[in-house]
């Protein structure tokens, strides 16, 4: 604790032990009509006791009665000059007491954004700190031919990723929460389609890896039947539309004809006629000739 420091928490002890000044601790009808002047008549409740806040100034504290302010106070501020009798109002505000209803706390925009909330024409910056980046280094300022300084068990961001074109790049912290939020979603392995599925997007070939350290375990999926089309997949998602899931069986060639030429088999080919000549057969009626 720094001397400023000191010397205001003394000086705030000796203020909260001081004795309220007798003349202005008297004027609570002052104080209470003050408080009526800006809350409205019937608005302000009983007295709830007077605090010393330096010599010849008090504070009043009056009780609210709006329903909306509950356990909020009215406070007063008196004050008189040195040798005078005259007690005058400094301010009027309302404040809330040990058991008010408050509103929550502020939260900044930055941790109350949620995915989905970006619309169109909207920006969000990123802050330079965030660290789910890291500088992508062009090499222009390294030298490539000597070995980075880099903790032990760490690979240097600079084998990495370069990032040419790309003043940041994914951090190791980036990646990684990619990867859990990915690997949770409805595209990873605990999806119900991919349950039920035949096979793994590892195996499919409409699966397109991805590149670097997110490949070793993603991949984008470009099937145009696949509920998944055009997002990125877990290696074991898996759908339906898996490029093996079902192979259409080819329809058979005819075989080719068996001929026997060792055996012949007799067969009759008219069994209802009976074999003779063309003259025997009966003559036609003549119609319409006598």
């Known amino acids: 604790m720094g001397a400023d420091e000191g010397q205001s928490a003394v000086v705030s002890a000796a203020t909260r032990s001081r004795?309220?000044?007798?003349?202005?601790?008297?004027a609570v009808d002052l104080a209470l009509a003050a408080a009526e002047d800006v809350a409205g008549?019937?608005?302000?409740g009983r007295h709830l006791g007077v605090e010393a806040e330096g010599d010849r100034l008090v504070t009043h504290y009056f009780e609210?009665?709006?329903?909306?302010?509950?356990?909020?106070?009215?406070?007063?501020?008196?004050?008189r000059a040195p040798r005078a009798k005259l007690v005058t109002v400094c301010e009027t505000c309302l404040l809330p007491g040990p058991d008010a209803l408050l509103?929550?706390?502020?939260?900044?925009?930055?941790?109350?954004?949620?995915?989905?909330?970006?619309?169109?024409?909207?920006l969000l910056p990123t802050s330079?700190?965030?660290?789910r980046l890291a500088p992508g280094y062009t090499g222009a300022d390294e030298d490539l031919t000597e070995p980075a300084e880099k903790a032990e068990g760490e690979l240097p961001l600079i084998r990495y990723e370069l990032g040419l074109g790309r003043a940041r790049v994914l951090s190791h912290e980036g990646r990684t929460r990619a990867a859990e939020r990915w690997y949770r979603g409805e595209h990873g392995?605990?999806?119900?389609?991919?349950?039920?599925?035949?096979?793994r997007c590892a195996t499919c070939g409409f699966l397109a890896?991805?590149?670097?350290?997110?490949?070793?375990a993603f991949g984008v999926c470009a099937n145009e039947y696949s509920p998944s089309d055009g997002s990125v997949v877990s290696l074991d998602h898996g759908c339906g539309a898996h490029s093996e899931a079902a192979v259409v069986p080819s329809t058979p060639e005819p075989l080719p004809p068996i001929v026997d030429e060792f055996q012949y088999e007799v067969v009759q080919l008219?069994?209802?006629?009976?074999?003779?000549?063309?003259?025997d057969a009966e003559p036609a009626e003549d119609l319409g000739h006598s």
């Open 19 to 26: 004795t309220p000044d007798a003349t202005c601790a008297a």
């Open 41 to 44: 008549i019937g608005k302000v």
């Open 64 to 79: 609210c009665l709006e329903p909306a302010y509950r356990g909020w106070r009215w406070a007063v501020t008196l004050a």
């Open 103 to 122: 509103a929550p706390a502020w939260v900044p925009w930055s941790e109350r954004l949620r995915p989905g909330d970006l619309g169109v024409g909207d």
């Open 128 to 131: 330079a700190d965030d660290e």
């Open 189 to 199: 392995p605990e999806a119900p389609i991919a349950q039920a599925a035949p096979a």
């Open 209 to 216: 890896p991805l590149a670097g350290a997110l490949g070793r």
């Open 270 to 279: 008219h069994p209802e006629h009976t074999s003779g000549s063309v003259s």
